[in-house]
């Protein structure tokens, strides 16, 4: 391998001999007249002028099932246009563009352009568009959805329970809980200088749509129902860059706007109620901004020692008003400390001496990383009186802006030991200090160690094992006015824990032609110190992957992928009840296999399949004896093949075929409708089951 020395070295000698080259032939030139065109590449293929292709025609859909439509975009049964393509041009000068754009037709779709000239300049574009839809088979009697404002229906009669509510059934309306996301991104680099370029980057981002939220009156009821989701998020991206020899520095601009234009929702109360609470009110999601100045650089002491590091520094702030403590006219006099929150978080991330790498010699390594990482909460800290749920004015409490400062170090060896043979090892120490949380201080040290085979071309291995120990100070909960926890209670990221983690690979090539990958990794935390709470996880993964080419015209892939995670956590309702204990078990096995072949210059088909179970059991252990909860299940069987055929050097037809079949289980929310619970209103959301078909035929005409 070449030295950065010997590739300067060689990249100057080039560079002079190219000088010498080109001055040699301007000068023949000049003297001559020469007509350069009999210096032209006969042999050598023509890339320049424009290439492409264009795929249009219909698809159908089988079924208008949302889970299906998620991220796909087709959430309606019936025809579609399938409307595809691809644009490239270039010449001999150095000018180029590309377009590229997929599905057009549907809500999902995307457009891509970028052109510009070598070395000069680019400009860049982008236009796409996301569907997400939730709540499958909700149902809802308020009317306004997608609106600040939900109301009843004139003819509601409110009750005291959902199953007293002797209009609902005949009142449910459909409602389809789904954002729709458009993204612009628009940019441009420059290079001005030798060693310089600019880059701007600008995006814009709109959502809309609803999903879904609940609220409601203490003790007594609350609803779910459709809320508005109309955001607007506006981003710029600038970095100015130089680049040398032997260093390069890096100076980043980015600023964000998020703005909600609803700031808040109210509903009619569809419970019986008190004249003063038969409408209600909550806030949404609050306007804000985010801006950050980053450097960053790296630089090659000599050959053998590089040295890169970054700094950044940045602000989010959120001024949005405050909507009064409740709408309930009682409490109209309550009076907030300020009228808006006035949040301010300045964030710094400092790597000082970032990474440092150090080749010792021939055989060894040395790394070292640094960082350190501050958010310091300048928000005002105020005494709230909230009034919950619009009834039960509080004692008052604090606001918690909490703020930290996280250090991280780490260094490492990389020892070749023999030619088959790669030894590594390292230690990592992190330091989280925090106000105003349960924990203050936390220090968590990792070994790691890892070993590389390579004994001959066909078999590649490695097995790395970590263990780390995390240590805390004392558990302190804030006295803030605010609800109190168990003083036992220990949060699974604010607690002692031993963790544990293995991962081994192992590469298999018996025949040039097949590919066995193994892989298994293995993660173990142990929470000893906590009475209460979480109290130990397991992770196991097991996977299998082989790809066998038969001939130079068939591919053929398989997979077989499990994954096994399990948790035991100890709780209890008070500071003198009984602990009950909890276990949960979640099992995923994943299946895949598949061809892609091209028959000829002609045709080209590939076929793929993928099969998912997943099960997921809770069992709680308490003095009741209580039976296990019915296990969370998803089954899913996705099998696609395309088919493609080139009729002549211009026109041809692609053929597509998908078929998903969806199978889901939840007994949280299967079987309880909107009604089920007598206290709340609910969406009477369902797992979703389902069988659909795509089917899509085009033509394809080249250019």
Same mark, same amino acid.
């Given at each position: 391998?070449?030295?950065?020395?010997?590739?300067?070295?060689?990249?100057?000698?080039?560079?002079?001999?190219?000088?010498?080259?080109?001055?040699?032939?301007?000068?023949?030139?000049? %003297?001559?007249? &020469? =007509?350069?065109?009999?210096?032209?590449?006969? /042999?050598?293929?023509?890339? *320049?002028?424009? !290439?492409?292709?264009?795929?249009?025609?219909?698809?159908?859909?089988?079924?208008?099932?949302?889970?299906?439509?998620?991220?796909?975009?087709?959430?309606?049964?019936?025809?579609?246009?399938?409307?595809?393509?691809?644009?490239?041009?270039?010449?001999?000068?150095?000018?180029?563009?590309?377009?590229?754009?997929?599905?057009?037709?549907?809500?999902?779709?995307?457009?891509?352009?970028?052109?510009?000239?070598?070395?000069?300049?680019?400009?860049?574009?982008?236009?796409?568009?996301?569907?997400?839809?939730?709540?499958?088979?909700?149902?809802?009697?308020?009317?306004?959805?997608?609106?600040?404002?939900?109301?009843?229906?004139?003819?509601?009669?409110? %009750?005291?329970? &959902? =199953?007293?509510?002797?209009?609902?059934?005949? /009142?449910?309306?459909?409602? *389809?809980?789904? !954002?729709?996301?458009?993204?612009?991104?628009?940019?441009?680099?420059?290079?001005?200088?030798?060693?310089?370029?600019?880059?701007?980057?600008?995006?814009?981002?709109?959502?809309?749509?609803?999903?879904?939220?609940?609220?409601?009156?203490?003790?007594?009821?609350?609803?779910?129902?459709?809320?508005?989701?109309?955001?607007?998020?506006?981003?710029?991206?600038?970095?100015?860059?130089?680049?040398?020899?032997?260093?390069?520095?890096?100076?980043?601009?980015?600023?964000?706007?998020?703005?909600?234009?609803?700031?808040?929702?109210?509903?009619?109360?569809?419970?019986?109620?008190?004249?003063?609470?038969?409408?209600?009110?909550?806030?949404?999601?609050?306007?804000?901004?985010?801006?950050?100045?980053?450097?960053?650089?790296?630089?090659?002491?000599?050959?053998?020692?590089?040295?890169?590091?970054?700094?950044?520094?940045?602000?989010?702030?959120?001024?949005?008003?405050?909507?009064?403590?409740?709408?309930?006219?009682?409490?109209?006099?309550?009076?907030?400390?300020?009228?808006?929150?006035?949040?301010?978080?300045?964030?710094?991330?400092?790597?000082?001496?970032?990474?440092?790498?150090?080749?010792?010699?021939?055989?060894?390594?040395?790394?070292?990383?640094?960082?350190?990482?501050?958010?310091?909460?300048?928000?005002?800290?105020?005494?709230?009186?909230?009034?919950?749920?619009?009834?039960?004015?509080?004692?008052?409490?604090?606001?918690?802006?909490?703020?930290?400062?996280?250090?991280?170090?780490?260094?490492?060896?990389?020892?070749?030991?023999?030619?088959?043979?790669?030894?590594?090892?390292?230690?990592?120490?992190?330091?989280?200090?925090?106000?105003?949380?349960?924990?203050?201080?936390?220090?968590?040290?990792?070994?790691?160690?890892?070993?590389?085979?390579?004994?001959?071309?066909?078999?590649?291995?490695?097995?790395?094992?970590?263990?780390?120990?995390?240590?805390?100070?004392?558990?302190?909960?804030?006295?803030?006015?605010?609800?109190?926890?168990?003083?036992?209670?220990?949060?699974?990221?604010?607690?002692?824990?031993?963790?544990?983690?293995?991962?081994?690979?192992?590469?298999?090539?018996?025949?040039?032609?097949?590919?066995?990958?193994?892989?298994?990794?293995?993660?173990?935390?142990?929470?000893?110190?906590?009475?209460?709470?979480?109290?130990?996880?397991?992770?196991?993964?097991?996977?299998?992957?082989?790809?066998?080419?038969?001939?130079?015209?068939?591919?053929?892939?398989?997979?077989?992928?499990?994954?096994?995670?399990?948790?035991?956590?100890?709780?209890?309702?008070?500071?003198?009840?009984?602990?009950?204990?909890?276990?949960?078990?979640?099992?995923?096995?994943?299946?895949?296999?598949?061809?892609?072949?091209?028959?000829?210059?002609?045709?080209?088909?590939?076929?793929?399949?993928?099969?998912?179970?997943?099960?997921?059991?809770?069992?709680?252990?308490?003095?009741?004896?209580?039976?296990?909860?019915?296990?969370?299940?998803?089954?899913?069987?996705?099998?696609?093949?395309?088919?493609?055929?080139?009729?002549?050097?211009?026109?041809?037809?692609?053929?597509?075929?998908?078929?998903?079949?969806?199978?889901?289980?939840?007994?949280?929310?299967?079987?309880?409708?909107?009604?089920?619970?007598?206290?709340?209103?609910?969406?009477?959301?369902?797992?979703?089951?389902?069988?659909?078909?795509?089917?899509?035929?085009?033509?394809?005409?080249?250019?």
């Amino acid at each position: 391998m070449k030295t950065f020395k010997n590739i300067q070295k060689s990249t100057f000698n080039k560079f002079i001999l190219l000088s010498i080259v080109l001055a040699g032939l301007s000068s023949i030139a000049s %003297a001559n007249d &020469t =007509d350069f065109s009999k210096w032209k590449c006969k /042999l050598c293929p023509d890339y *320049s002028g424009w !290439t492409g292709d264009v795929a249009f025609g219909l698809g159908f859909v089988s079924e208008d099932d949302l889970r299906f439509a998620d991220f796909r975009g087709q959430d309606e049964q019936g025809l579609y246009l399938a409307i595809d393509g691809r644009a490239h041009y270039q010449d001999a000068d150095g000018y180029y563009f590309n377009l590229n754009s997929h599905n057009l037709g549907l809500d999902s779709r995307q457009l891509e352009i970028n052109g510009g000239h070598q070395g000069k300049y680019e400009y860049r574009f982008g236009w796409s568009e996301i569907s997400k839809y939730r709540g499958y088979g909700s149902q809802t009697p308020f009317l306004g959805a997608g609106t600040d404002n939900l109301t009843l229906p004139t003819d509601w009669v409110p %009750a005291v329970s &959902t =199953d007293q509510m002797t209009q609902l059934g005949g /009142l449910l309306l459909n409602t *389809s809980l789904k !954002t729709h996301r458009k993204i612009l991104d628009a940019g441009v680099t420059w290079k001005f200088a030798q060693n310089w370029e600019y880059r701007f980057d600008y995006q814009k981002q709109k959502k809309n749509g609803t999903r879904p939220f609940a609220a409601g009156l203490f003790f007594n009821n609350a609803s779910q129902f459709p809320v508005p989701v109309d955001f607007t998020t506006d981003q710029i991206d600038m970095v100015l860059s130089w680049l040398g020899k032997r260093s390069q520095v890096r100076i980043g601009l980015i600023g964000s706007w998020f703005d909600n234009a609803n700031n808040s929702v109210t509903w009619q109360n569809p419970f019986t109620s008190g004249a003063n609470t038969q409408t209600l009110r909550a806030a949404l999601e609050p306007d804000n901004k985010y801006y950050q100045l980053s450097v960053s650089g790296a630089f090659a002491l000599s050959p053998k020692v590089k040295l890169s590091g970054s700094a950044s520094i940045g602000e989010m702030s959120q001024d949005d008003q405050f909507i009064p403590y409740s709408i309930n006219p009682l409490f109209s006099d309550a009076q907030l400390p300020r009228t808006s929150l006035d949040a301010q978080v300045d964030t710094s991330t400092f790597n000082l001496s970032g990474k440092l790498s150090a080749r010792l010699n021939r055989k060894l390594t040395f790394t070292a990383r640094v960082k350190f990482d501050e958010r310091d909460n300048k928000t005002p800290v105020d005494l709230y009186t909230p009034v919950t749920t619009d009834l039960v004015p509080s004692a008052g409490r604090l606001n918690r802006p909490y703020s930290y400062d996280k250090e991280k170090y780490s260094a490492d060896l990389r020892f070749r030991a023999h030619r088959v043979v790669k030894l590594s090892t390292g230690v990592k120490f992190e330091n989280l200090d925090r106000t105003l949380q349960a924990v203050e201080e936390s220090e968590e040290t990792t070994l790691w160690g890892e070993i590389k085979l390579n004994p001959n071309a066909q078999v590649q291995g490695r097995i790395k094992f970590e263990d780390s120990k995390r240590d805390i100070s004392d558990y302190l909960q804030p006295d803030d006015g605010g609800s109190v926890d168990h003083p036992l209670l220990r949060k699974f990221n604010q607690a002692d824990r031993d963790r544990e983690r293995l991962q081994v690979e192992i590469n298999i090539y018996p025949i040039e032609a097949l590919g066995i990958n193994l892989s298994f990794f293995h993660a173990r935390d142990d929470y000893e110190e906590s009475q209460i709470g979480l109290q130990k996880s397991d992770e196991e993964s097991y996977t299998i992957d082989l790809s066998y080419a038969v001939g130079t015209k068939i591919n053929l892939y398989a997979f077989l992928t499990e994954d096994d995670i399990d948790a035991e956590l100890v709780n209890a309702t008070g500071v003198n009840a009984i602990p009950w204990n909890a276990i949960t078990k979640d099992s995923i096995t994943t299946a895949g296999l598949g061809l892609s072949t091209n028959l000829n210059k002609k045709v080209s088909l590939g076929l793929d399949f993928v099969s998912s179970n997943s099960k997921g059991d809770i069992s709680v252990q308490t003095d009741q004896n209580e039976a296990p909860f019915s296990p969370l299940r998803t089954n899913l069987k996705n099998a696609r093949i395309h088919f493609d055929y080139q009729v002549n050097d211009h026109w041809g037809y692609k053929l597509y075929t998908e078929y998903e079949k969806y199978y889901s289980k939840d007994w949280a929310i299967d079987g309880v409708g909107v009604d089920g619970i007598g206290s709340v209103l609910t969406l009477g959301t369902q797992s979703p089951n389902y069988s659909a078909w795509i089917f899509r035929l085009q033509a394809n005409y080249r250019f």
